[in-house]
């Protein structure tokens, strides 16, 4: 097995399914399928496998698969929108033309990134003066940050709010999530999570975003060989992350591996 080929196995075994929906506020079984609804009326769609029970995912059986997921939450009016997570490398025949007949719309695709967090917590030379890498808990510095990421991603006003309101709620109701920023002269000009998870040996890097003036200069890996150094804190050995091209760069030169793809489907109400 190669270190490739390991990393995967590691990330499908281990990240992947009830970790990735810890903080949803209800979760059910469909077959193979974990269907969760988050706080502000989010569903998000995912599974280890489209296999159910050993017998092989067909063009018919992932079709049904979608029916029975759609109509779950086309019952709940509380849901407006849900997310159904794919993975490049998963045995999906006809998820895409599936997803895409009942209204899902295909995102951008990203990059799964995986690797030992050791890699990343190395020291950072940055070309900028006064640079100050620190965990924000305060509930105003978790504003100012998610704004800022806000900006940068180009978020409307509607997915903003609705992000803020899931990351409150998860901070005034959970311990796992760390939110971490770098600030020159006390502005906010990059930031991202940490989001250990429960149980393995992983941590998720998450909403990595620096101000595109702010770019090159070595903040974004000072940013993220803080969080690692958080993470092997908290006894984890690997870290993943979903990476777009901006990012993708930064972590394969500190040794992490694109092990697969990954593209959100998307349906709103």
Do not use: N
Request: hydrophobic fraction near 40%; proline fraction near 4%; aromatic fraction near 8%.
């Amino acid at each position: 097995m190669t270190r490739a080929e390991g990393l995967l196995h590691a990330y499908d075994s281990q990240p992947r399914d009830e970790a990735e929906t810890a903080s949803a506020v209800r979760v059910e079984r469909l077959g193979p399928l974990r269907l969760a609804t988050f706080f502000g009326g989010r569903g998000f769609v995912t599974y280890r496998s489209l296999d159910d029970e050993g017998r092989p995912a067909t063009a018919a059986s992932v079709e049904a698969l979608v029916d029975g997921a759609l109509a779950r939450y086309a019952t709940d009016p509380t849901v407006h929108r849900v997310e159904w997570k794919t993975r490049g490398h998963d045995h999906a025949p006809g998820l895409h033309e599936a997803l895409v007949s009942r209204g899902f719309e295909p995102d951008e695709p990203e990059s799964v990134m995986v690797g030992e967090a050791t890699l990343l917590a190395v020291d950072v030379e940055v070309d900028v003066d006064g640079l100050v890498v620190r965990r924000v808990v305060d509930e105003g510095e978790v504003r100012a940050m998610c704004a800022m990421q806000a900006e940068v991603f180009g978020d409307t006003p509607e997915f903003a709010a609705e992000i803020l309101d899931q990351v409150l709620h998860r901070l005034r109701t959970r311990d796992d999530m760390e939110m971490w920023v770098a600030e020159v002269d006390g502005e906010i000009v990059s930031a991202g999570r940490l989001e250990p998870v429960a149980g393995s040996e992983f941590a998720g890097v998450w909403g990595g975003a620096t101000r595109p003036e702010w770019r090159g200069r070595g903040i974004y890996r000072a940013l993220t060989s803080a969080r690692a150094r958080s993470a092997i804190a908290h006894g984890k050995r690997y870290l993943h992350s979903d990476s777009t091209e901006f990012s993708r760069p930064i972590l394969e030169r500190s040794g992490l591996v694109e092990v697969t793809t990954t593209t959100p489907y998307e349906w709103s109400r």
